[in-house]
């Protein structure tokens, strides 16, 4: 089982900056895709940024150049680094990787989300 833990949600000025963080645990042999989704109220779940385990990174247009996405393969965390917050940025954000397990079965596992609310 593979547990991810997120962090660093919170309250925030449009113009201003958060850093979340995910750590995962548990039976992983490695970490594959890394990834940020969040979904907003009434809004279906969407990708934010993702990273692969060598570093290439893709990211939604309405992000790009505000945020940043990273990974330490050491620590098996993911990093989302948001400046320039929107209050269209108010959303709960999730964590996804993609693992390969101790057994070697793949699976993709999920955070249990951290509110991110901008205010105007």
């Known amino acids: 089982q593979v547990q991810l833990v997120e962090s660093g949600g919170g309250l925030v000025q449009a113009g201003g900056s958060l850093r979340l963080s995910c750590a995962a645990s548990?039976?992983?042999?490695?970490?594959?895709?890394m990834g940020w989704y969040r979904q907003a109220p009434g809004k279906q779940r969407e990708l934010v940024a993702g990273?692969?385990?060598?570093?290439?990174?893709n990211y939604a247009d309405s992000v790009k150049g505000r945020f940043t996405i990273s990974r330490d393969n050491a620590k098996n965390t993911v990093y989302l680094q948001m400046n320039s917050l929107k209050p269209e940025d108010t959303a709960v954000y999730y964590c996804n990787s993609h693992v390969t397990s101790a057994h070697l079965d793949q699976m993709d596992y999920w955070g249990q989300g951290t509110q991110v609310t901008v205010s105007s």
């Open positions: 990273i692969t385990r060598g570093g290439n990174t």
């Open positions: 548990g039976s992983i042999f490695l970490i594959n895709a």
